[in-house]
């Protein structure tokens, strides 16, 4: 035994030199129907809001796609920036829009998943794809004509 006491010992002073690096914590990006059919009736407004934030870019910028959009949600829900920068700028817009109507991080955070999920139901989120916004647009004029 005082053998294998030895190398199980030098086996821990290598691993305590080189340690693993620790994972991020992991971020769901996705929620559930049930959880999206609860969200929806209770913070409609706030999805209104996100949403026609997207579109009112979209209509801004033509560079913004299902793609970008999906990248800004992902770098939003997991509070990281990205290299993209339509995919910045509109986080960064994102934030503002939930700082002007001072909407906690849990309820943004959960609002921001909810959208990302029906992004990723509607497109593939290739360059070029706009299937979400297209849908986005629709529902964000409809959601106006009911008011």
């Known amino acids: ?4 006491s030895k190398q199980i010992e030098a086996a821990m002073r290598r691993r305590a030199k080189h340690p693993h690096p620790q994972a991020d ?3 769901k990006l996705r929620v559930s129907n049930r959880l999206r059919d609860v969200f929806t009736q209770q913070h409609a407004p706030i999805l209104l809001l996100v949403e026609s934030a997207i579109v009112q870019v979209a209509g801004q910028m033509e560079e913004v796609d ?4 999906e990248l800004a949600l992902r770098a939003s829900i997991r509070s990281r920036s990205t290299d993209d920068l339509t995919a910045r700028s509109l986080a960064e817009l994102l934030e ?18 909810v959208i990302y999920t029906s992004v990723t139901n509607r497109s593939d989120c290739r360059a070029g794809d706009r299937n979400y916004l297209h849908a986005a647009a629709e529902f964000v004029r409809r959601a106006r004509s009911r008011k």
């Open 66 to 69: 299902d793609a970008s959009v």
């Open 1 to 4: 035994m005082g053998k294998l």
């Open 25 to 27: 914590q992991l971020v």
């Open 96 to 113: 503002q829009v939930r700082l002007e109507h001072e909407i906690d991080t849990e309820t943004w955070q959960t609002a921001l998943r």
